[in-house]
């Protein structure tokens, strides 16, 4: 069965998959529980993460430079985000190489994942206030091959 295909023991949710941090403040820890030392703090809200393991009500994160750990499910939201990677990207009226730029954004970039539709190679986001395509290899947050409508 595909890594893909397998349900999280705790929620039945299928693992791998992405979420995003619900505040500003979210610790990371080395296991699952408050007994456990806090690693790292993120401070970004709607940071995408994905949940690679569960246990209990406690979710095991990766985020897109790497670091993985502990958070509770609490701290977590089902909204679909989004990092730009790697360099400056153009943030694109259509989803087409050819299309006019509508703004140019940076790696570390977090927008909002708007739809990924399927046999495309371009996803539409929200950066700020400016809704536009950036193609799937220029983001983290979204799968090869998933689509979302």
Known sequence: MA????AGEASGLPLPRFVSLRSDEVNLRTGPGQRYPIEWIYARKDLPVEVI???EAWRKIRDWQGAEGWVHQAMLSGR????????QRQLRGSDGDA?????????GVLGRL??????????RVEVGQVQGWLKRDEIWGVYKGEWIE
């Open 3 to 6: 890594a893909s295909a397998l």
């Open 53 to 55: 393991a569960e246990f």
């Open 80 to 87: 679909r985000m989004m990092v730009v990677i790697g360099s």
């Open 99 to 107: 299309t006019d730029t509508l703004a140019i954004v940076e790696a």
């Open 114 to 123: 708007l739809q990924c539709p399927r046999n495309r190679d371009f996803c």
